[in-house]
């Protein structure tokens, strides 16, 4: 039986999280939920799960969980210090970090320096600061397995194999609901368009990611810190059935995929239940249903956000912090519609260039630069709604 700590329940990932653990119930038992502000899903999971204690970190709620939950012998906290506490209490034995965005990485070295094992969904947390959150992994004896389908896709298939045979790895990417498509059609595209993922039920954040392919640029940086790789040994291929999650290229020239019809259950099941295997009912992946698997690749001229991660990820130090914080806010403004699909790249851009560059970031320095580049991209956002009236 393994006791969770599912950080960020209510979203796309702890919901189906969750369904994984109502399926195994044998198995998992859950010990802490975690949500920011959705108080009347995560009130609605503590009922059914009856975990330990139940975190919001949106202190405006507490009082609305607290009176919802007052006949459960459920503990109530709020705020993230108090999310960073209870990861580290001896009762939970994997943490399973889907918190969205920057919000996610201090929980997640709470865990890391309580030596707990990880399950990864957030990989902005090591897109920020994947060098010192693995550091730390190794000096605390934390393991951390991802839950990105591409991750956990390398994950496995270098289960057995030395890293030091590794040639390279080959990230896929579904190319998102506008493969094909050219700038005269993108900078028409509002977010409604963007949300119709062809292959992935996924939250708002990361279907935006994945139109723009941002979501392959994140990978990329998550990948060389996850599995210690140079960034020449880090490709992107667009195939656009998703049913191969990603490759390992060995020295020896041999190639190993993982696939599987695309299903986040899987990738999550694997990252909880690792190193076993355990059944499930699934629905499985038959080659009459897929006579043909595509493979090309990406337009980094097109699609710029890609050409912007992988530029970051090869200059290194704050630069992929930038480009995460600055994504994070055009993101949220494209939803609101108040800048254009075609903006979001120019003004990643252009934050990445105004931010002062730091070559060996500390902690502080993470977040400053976190800080700051959120307040010239907020910036960039308001010119362009001035421009448009």
Not at 159 to 173: N, P
Not at 245 to 250: K, M, R, W
Not at 278 to 302: G, S
Not at 339 to 353: A, P
């Amino acid at each position: 039986m393994k006791r969770l700590a599912i950080l960020g329940s209510t979203g796309s990932i702890g919901t189906q999280a969750l369904e994984v653990v109502a399926a195994h119930p044998d198995l998992f038992e859950v010990e802490v939920l975690s949500a920011h502000s959705n108080d009347t899903l995560l009130v609605e999971q503590a009922i059914k799960f009856k975990p330990n204690a139940v975190v919001v970190t949106d202190e405006s709620k507490y009082e609305a969980v607290k009176a919802a939950l007052h006949a459960y012998p459920v503990k109530v906290f709020a705020g993230l210090k108090s999310l960073n506490e209870v990861v580290q209490w001896d009762t939970v034995d994997v943490v399973l970090g889907a918190i969205v965005g920057f919000a996610g990485l201090h929980s997640i070295l709470a865990a890391v320096d309580a030596g707990k094992y990880v399950a990864l969904a957030n990989k902005e947390t090591l897109v920020v600061a994947g060098e010192l959150v693995m550091k730390r992994a190794a000096e605390k004896g934390s393991l951390i397995v991802p839950v990105d389908s591409e991750h956990s896709a390398i994950f496995q298939c270098l289960v057995g194999e030395s890293s030091r045979t590794i040639e390279k790895v080959i990230l896929t990417a579904s190319g998102g609901p506008f493969l094909g498509k050219k700038p005269n059609f993108l900078v028409n595209v509002k977010a409604s368009h963007a949300l119709q993922h062809p292959n992935w039920t996924m939250g708002a954040k990361i279907t935006i990611d994945s139109a723009t392919l941002m979501n392959k640029g994140l990978e990329m940086i998550e990948a060389k810190w996850l599995f210690g790789l140079q960034n020449e040994q880090i490709e992107v291929t667009i195939h656009p059935q998703s049913i191969v999650h990603s490759l390992v290229q060995f020295n020896d020239g041999s190639l190993k995929a993982q696939l599987g019809l695309p299903d986040m259950k899987l990738p999550i099941q694997y990252a909880l239940a690792f190193p076993h295997r355990i059944h499930n009912d699934f629905k499985r992946f038959d080659f009459k249903d897929f006579p043909k698997l595509n493979f090309e690749a990406p337009d980094y001229k097109t699609f710029r956000n890609l050409a912007l991660a992988k530029d970051a990820m090869f200059k290194g130090g704050n630069a992929p912090c930038v480009l995460n914080a600055a994504n994070e806010v055009v993101v949220h403004a494209f939803l609101q519609n108040k800048v254009g699909f075609m903006e979001m790249s120019e003004m990643i851009e252009q934050t990445l260039e105004q931010v002062n560059f730091i070559e060996h970031p500390t902690l502080e320095d993470y977040e400053n630069s976190d800080k700051e580049a959120r307040i010239r991209v907020q910036e960039l956002v308001k010119k362009s709604q001035l421009s448009t009236y």
